[in-house]
């Protein structure tokens, strides 16, 4: 795929949400959310090691979302105009449903917004991560897992690949699926998977600067692009530290107040693991 198309839909990547990590104390509520993932459990409180970054899971029982949070992921309000006939829209709420929409009144037909799906790579080798500085906006010169937005046609696991190509120049195999973080705020959920070059060969790409390979107490958790990466990182060290990777779930919420350039002012809620 043509590098310059595709950038421009990685402009807008997953945007900076901030926090400490907390999971929930209470369950029952959530169970049925999960029932595709039985193989998931809650996770106890933990402290991550200090030797590679200051952030830590603590319990919380106040709620650090409302469902308004969600509302911020688009305003409806923006939509103006019908996607398919052109006609003005009236902003109400259909029969049979509890939010405010997007209602064209021409055709009749109601715009609905979804999250978008953002799919990259771990990079593992020789006890190291693959690192990204950024080239382009939002989080210019700060490092990221090289990730990005899907493209329509595409798998999760080819869009993380393809972002690793396009970012690293490389050519990676995907070993198994390592995180699902949801970002209600935003409207995104980010799917990492672990993965190992298929050579020893990667540069940086359009939108990198540098490409480099961090042994694990060396990643640069102050200068990281946005808290997905953060949380993503820090769950990814501490189970090296445990002895072995796991599949995490979990949704991360920006807490009130706080700026979005701040990457570790969030709170990751409802984490489970395989």
Request: charged share 20%.
């Amino acid at each position: 795929m043509n590098l310059v198309l595709n950038s421009k839909n990685k402009m807008q990547k997953a945007i900076h949400i901030s926090g400490f990590f907390s999971h929930r104390c209470n369950w029952k509520p959530f169970s049925s959310l999960f029932s595709p993932y039985p193989f998931l459990k809650p996770i106890p409180i933990t402290t991550i090691d200090s030797s590679f970054s200051t952030v830590r899971f603590i319990s919380s029982h106040a709620s650090s979302s409302s469902p308004s949070s969600l509302h911020f992921a688009g305003n409806v309000r923006n939509i103006k105009f019908c996607q398919w006939c052109g006609g003005q829209t009236k902003h109400d709420i259909p029969d049979g449903d509890e939010k405010l929409r997007a209602i064209c009144t021409i055709c009749g037909k109601i715009a609905y917004q979804n999250p978008k799906m953002v799919a990259g790579c771990l990079v593992e080798h020789d006890n190291k991560v693959l690192l990204c500085k950024r080239n382009i906006q939002p989080s210019h010169g700060l490092w990221t897992l090289p990730a990005g937005y899907l493209e329509i046609g595409e798998s999760a696991v080819e869009g993380a690949i393809r972002e690793t190509r396009e970012e690293a120049n490389a050519d990676v195999e995907v070993t198994s699926p390592f995180a699902q973080l949801d970002i209600p705020l935003i409207g995104q959920t980010y799917m990492i998977f672990l993965a190992k070059l298929k050579n020893p060969h990667f540069s940086p790409g359009p939108e990198s600067s540098e490409c480099q390979f961090f042994p694990f107490d060396d990643i640069p958790f102050n200068s990281l692009s946005f808290s997905s990466m953060v949380v993503t990182l820090s769950l990814y060290v501490e189970d090296i530290k445990a002895g072995k990777p796991k599949f995490h779930y979990g949704t991360i919420h920006k807490r009130p107040g706080t700026s979005p350039s701040d990457i570790h002012a969030y709170t990751l809620d409802h984490h489970m693991h395989s």
